[in-house]
């Protein structure tokens, strides 16, 4: 079991802003990539933005430019802050590590961010 606790969802108004955090253990967080994910109401889970131990970030293309992903190696934690919110913007949102050498994504719990307009 991985521990990723997550924390920072809710509820937002249409172009508001929010940041969702993850906080791991250490000798996760020091080796592997972290990612944000999310899942809406009936459809499938999909990438949002990942981020290496060297900082490296990548996002999904419908992202960019409104989400940030970075991480705090003080803390153990990677963020994502999420700006100019759309309520398409809703659904569970995860946060997910892996290591480099592998495929498979260990999960968090989710943490539910729903926007209104």
């Known amino acids: 079991q991985v521990p990723l606790a997550e924390s920072g969802g809710g509820l937002a108004h249409a172009g508001g802003s929010l940041r969702l955090s993850c906080t791991t253990s250490?000798?996760?967080?020091?080796?592997?990539?972290m990612g944000w994910f999310r899942q809406a109401p009936g459809k499938q889970r999909e990438f949002v933005a990942t981020?290496?131990?060297?900082?490296?970030?990548n996002y999904a293309n419908s992202l960019k430019g409104r989400f940030t992903i970075s991480r705090d190696n003080s803390k153990n934690t990677v963020y994502l802050q999420m700006n100019s919110l759309k309520p398409e913007d809703t659904a569970v949102y995860y946060c997910?590590?892996?290591?480099?050498?592998?495929?498979?994504?260990?999960w968090g719990q989710g943490t539910q961010v729903t926007v209104s307009s």
């Open positions: 981020i290496t131990s060297g900082e490296t970030s």
């Open positions: 250490e000798s996760i967080f020091s080796r592997n990539i």
């Open positions: 997910a590590t892996r290591s480099p050498f592998a495929t498979i994504w260990r």
